[in-house]
């Protein structure tokens, strides 16, 4: 078992950053790998960012190339996500998950198998 909670959410205008934390317990973290994924009302869950688990791969959903960066420290057990330029368009609530049979990232959201609570972004125009 993988428990996450993750944090950093909030209220920023348009243009603005923030940076979201997920904090992992219960397996050996750099054994596997950590994705950031968002829900927006009415929508599906869709992928943000993934990382391996040693951090040395990562992707990212097209639309976030450039602006968002996913990185993690597996010394604090803990993966991060900056997310900068925001766009009224990012506002969603942000989970992080873990695939733990996997240390190589996939982008496929049911390849994750834990998941926190979510974190709440919400970007004002």
């Known amino acids: 078992q993988v428990q996450l909670v993750e944090s950093g959410g909030g209220l920023v205008q348009a243009g603005g950053s923030l940076r979201l934390s997920c904090v992992a317990s219960?397996?050996?973290?750099?054994?596997?790998?950590m994705g950031w994924f968002r829900q927006a009302p009415g929508k599906e869950r869709e992928f943000v960012a993934a990382?391996?688990?040693?951090?040395?791969?990562?992707g990212y959903a097209d639309s976030m190339k450039g602006r968002f960066t996913i990185s993690r420290d597996n010394a604090k057990n803990t993966v991060y996500l900056q997310m900068n330029s925001l766009k009224p368009e990012d506002t969603a609530v942000y989970y992080c998950?873990?695939?733990?049979?996997?240390?190589?990232?996939?982008?496929?959201?049911?390849?994750?198998?834990?998941w926190g609570r979510g974190t709440q972004v919400t970007v004002s125009s």
């Open positions: 219960g397996r050996t973290f750099s054994n596997y790998a």
């Open positions: 990382i391996s688990g040693s951090g040395r791969s990562t």
């Open positions: 998950a873990a695939d733990g049979r996997s240390y190589y990232y996939t982008k496929v959201v049911s390849s994750y198998d834990f």
